[in-house]
T-cell receptor, first 115, second 111 residues
């Protein structure tokens, strides 16, 4: 079975540019999560969706970050404008159900570098 | 605010040894606790999930325990192998799905 698919795997761009990260969850999973991982702060939850609806976006750093899930098989995380401090590895994860009975499955991440 | 601590930050042992990784959390009101493995340049792989009503879970050479009242969990790895080398992360759920992660333990198994 295909796992969570993220694209691109690597992104290098200049400060001020718009960045769009993409995620395809595992088919049939109805919960989707976006995380950010840095050396300083570790792994942090940014936002999660249940059945395509955003449930908790309290981890989104600021208004420059936005996430959408237009359908059950696709989600985007957008940063506009990007800043060097946004450099990190961004992970998408999905799970079955909405009450924490099933584990989260992670993609391989997008390594983002903002120059 | 929930805080998750993992000790030690790094561990190096010879192949074949049994070992224990530790995880502690400050708020005992959790839904579940999960142990993950992360290989360099890769995402996380779920190893074990323990519901708040459970005391332990086992999968092959791995055994995870949970003591909610004391805010502790351990991951026991039996007969370690070089392929077990990775970073191991502990995460607790705040609410049903919101995970709070520890910083991880970097494990090296020496042949």
């Amino acid at each position: 079975d295909a796992g969570v698919i993220q694209s691109p795997r690597h992104e290098v761009t200049e400060m001020g540019q718009e960045v769009t990260l993409r995620c395809k969850p595992i088919s049939g999973h109805n919960s989707l999560f976006w995380y950010r991982q840095t050396m300083m702060r570790g792994l942090e939850l940014l936002i999660y969706f249940n059945n395509n609806v955003p449930i908790d976006d309290s981890g989104m750093p600021e208004d420059r970050f936005s996430a959408k899930m237009p359908n059950a098989s696709f989600s985007t995380l957008k940063i506009q404008p990007s800043e060097p401090r946004d450099s990190a590895v961004y992970f998408c994860a999905s799970s079955l159900g909405s009450v924490g009975l099933q584990p989260q499955h992670f993609g391989d991440g997008t390594r983002l570098s903002i120059l | 605010k929930q805080e998750v601590t993992q000790i030690p930050a790094a561990l190096s042992v010879p192949e074949g040894e049994n070992l224990v990784l530790n995880c502690s959390f400050t708020d005992s009101a959790i839904y579940n606790l999960q142990w993950f493995r992360q290989d360099p340049g890769k995402g996380l792989t779920s190893l074990l999930l323990i519901q708040s009503s459970q005391r332990e879970q086992t999968s092959g050479r791995l055994n995870a325990s949970l003591d909610k009242s004391s805010g502790r969990s351990t991951l026991y790895i039996a007969a370690s192998q070089p392929g077990d080398s990775a970073t191991y992360l502990c995460a607790v759920s705040q609410g049903a799905q919101k995970l709070v992660f520890g910083q991880g333990t970097r494990l090296t198994i020496n042949p």
